[in-house]
């Protein structure tokens, strides 16, 4: 504790010879004398309930450790599902024999049946274009 008195007795002394503007004498830099002193830390005042945060953490670790667990047990059930599609794919292409279709009888002539539903009604053009449709220009409307 010594030491720091004597640093604080130097620098207070040391403050009242400085230039008057404020300056400090070495072209603005700090004496080794100045660094030695740092202002007093504020002392935390809300008190600090170990147990407390050991069991939050406890239980934090433990979901993340849940979340951890479902994470890897949703992959393995997502992996195992696709292999057995891939395997199920392998089973049907090697039980699907590509066969040939039949051809078709030629020694009967096709004839073809009659429809039962009714034809259509057609309907005629229509070549007029609506009113709200028209090109309108400067001339058709100064005839008008």
Do not use: W
């Not at 603005?28 to 939050?56: F, H, M, Q």
């Not at 449709?133 to 005839?143: E, F, G, P, S």
């Amino acid at each position: 504790m010594e030491p720091l008195k004597e640093a604080r007795n130097r620098v207070e002394g040391s403050s009242s010879s400085d230039n008057s503007n404020g300056r400090t004498s070495g072209g603005g830099r700090r004496s080794p004398t100045n660094c030695l002193i740092k202002p007093p830390v504020k002392k935390n005042t809300i008190p600090i309930d170990l147990k407390l945060r050991a069991v939050e953490r406890a239980r934090f670790a433990h979901q993340v450790a849940e979340k951890r667990r479902l994470i890897k047990q949703y992959k393995m059930e997502r992996e195992r599902q696709q292999k057995e599609e891939e395997e199920e794919i392998k089973r049907l292409r090697k039980e699907l024999i590509p066969k040939a279709q039949l051809m078709p009888y030629f020694d009967r002539p096709f004839v073809p049946r009659r429809s039962e539903k009714q034809p259509t009604v057609p309907r005629e053009p229509k070549f007029c274009i609506p009113r709200h449709k028209t090109i309108k220009c400067c001339r058709c409307h100064a005839m008008t």
